[in-house]
């Protein structure tokens, strides 16, 4: 792709439309200072598909769930108010999404790939005791966003990927490099911010190709590596072209090498143990 064809992409996410107002009630609510989770409660109970998505969540086996939750109020007390804003602006990037999707196998196969990622993503956290799991449940969902942009918006340029990919057995990243010259990441890192997404959220996509550039691993950028290299090792890969990878390839890898150096203890075992938790899940919730 020429500078011309990447400043042309460029300004085609500068100028997409804002996401659609998925209940503009709900967000106003949860933007004011003081917060009202019954009125948020109220709202959210007044649209079925949203007050479904959240309790759908909720009940995942991400967030751990003990007992069943069975309210829109419970849910929001149990995810937090933050979470459930997130989730909103989650939920309207896969309506966006879903609307012109040219080829619907691949927009399922991407949105199980992410399904799998947000997961894993979770365990990781769990597992490392990193911190709070909203970010990476929901950079798990959206990570891989500007393979979006370019599929729907760019699609001869997309294609030209895939037959790059099938033809040189390479990884996704490699061939967007070959065709676009720009990556999905930068892409999807741009996008968020054209949405105003956390910043957090925005650099753990940006960075999950390429953790050591996170200054002291702070935006946990390495754990959304990691749970897209083990969903891709699961069997769940964004695409069926991409090159396969094995467990001596994450555990040889710059990044897992530098992960490890900066004392998260991670060894093919866990790794081995991790991947039949992630296909556990999957079998039941994919």
Request: with cysteine; aromatic share 10%; charged share 15%.
């Amino acid at each position: 792709m020429t500078k011309d064809r990447i400043d042309t992409l460029i300004t085609t996410i500068d100028t997409l439309p804002p996401l659609p107002a998925i209940s503009s009630a709900v967000m106003t609510a949860l933007n004011a200072e003081e917060v009202s989770i019954y009125e948020v409660t109220e709202l959210i109970e007044q649209d079925v598909a949203l007050a479904t998505q959240i309790l759908k969540v909720a009940n995942s086996p991400a967030y751990g769930a003990i007992n069943t939750i069975s309210t829109i109020q419970h849910a929001i007390m149990m995810l937090g108010t933050k979470e459930v804003h997130s989730l909103l602006l989650v939920f309207a990037v896969q309506k966006f999404f879903s609307q012109e999707a040219q080829d619907i196998a691949l927009r399922k196969r991407f949105w199980t790939h992410s399904q799998v990622c947000s997961f894993t993503a979770v365990l990781l956290n769990r597992h490392f005791k990193y911190g709070a799991a909203s970010t990476f449940f929901l950079a798990g969902l959206i990570h891989d966003i500007g393979k979006l942009v370019v599929d729907q918006y760019f699609h001869a340029e997309f294609q030209e990927i895939i037959d790059f990919i099938k033809e040189n057995n390479c990884t996704y990243s490699e061939a967007e490099k070959k065709i676009l010259g720009v990556t999905h990441y930068q892409i999807g890192a741009k996008l968020l911010q054209h949405w105003c997404f956390p910043k957090q959220l925005t650099m753990q996509i940006f960075l999950h190709h390429a953790p050591w550039q996170d200054s002291h691993f702070t935006s946990g950028s390495w754990i959304i590596f990691l749970a897209n290299l083990l969903t891709k090792l699961a069997g769940f890969p964004c695409l069926a072209e991409e090159k396969q990878l094995t467990i001596q390839d994450v555990c040889t890898s710059k990044p897992f090498q530098l992960i490890n150096k900066n004392g998260f203890d991670i060894d093919q075992t866990l790794l081995e143990n991790l991947l039949l938790q992630i296909k556990a899940f999957a079998s039941v919730n994919v």
